[in-house]
């Protein structure tokens, strides 16, 4: 029962910074745990970042850990992506996606949004 729209994307140059937001809608929302995702084109999709629903939890992909930051904000039903020191290697569609636990987690979302592309240039 949770709907989720992420917005944001865009093109940036290398070492710039993006904000991703994720507007989510649903009775239940503060009790799910929210997660980033992302797909580069040909590749499966990848952890990117994860909060617990009170936000006091996250957990990163060692591939993103000290350049991005989750957070979230229950009152305004978002969650947000912090991208700061970009590099090409981070273009890719990210998505938004909920699931039915309070606790951060790397699976098991069952939620998603349709996603927002990011795109990097050198």
């Known amino acids: 029962q949770v709907h989720l729209v992420e917005s944001g994307g865009g093109l940036v140059q290398s070492g710039g910074s993006l904000r991703l937001s994720c507007a989510a809608s649903?009775?239940?929302?503060?009790?799910?745990?929210m997660g980033w995702f992302r797909q580069a084109p040909g590749k499966e999709r990848e952890f990117v970042a994860a909060i617990s629903w009170g936000g006091g939890s996250t957990y990163y992909a060692d591939s993103v850990k000290g350049r991005f930051t989750i957070s979230r904000d229950n009152a305004k039903n978002t969650v947000y992506l912090q991208m700061n020191s970009l590099k090409p290697e981070d273009t890719a569609v990210y998505y938004c996606?909920?699931?039915?636990?309070?606790?951060?987690?790397?699976?098991?979302?069952?939620?998603w949004g349709q996603g927002t592309q990011v795109t990097v240039s050198s």
């Open positions: 996606a909920a699931r039915r636990t309070a606790v951060a987690g790397t699976r098991g979302y069952d939620y």
């Open positions: 649903g009775r239940t929302f503060s009790n799910y745990a």
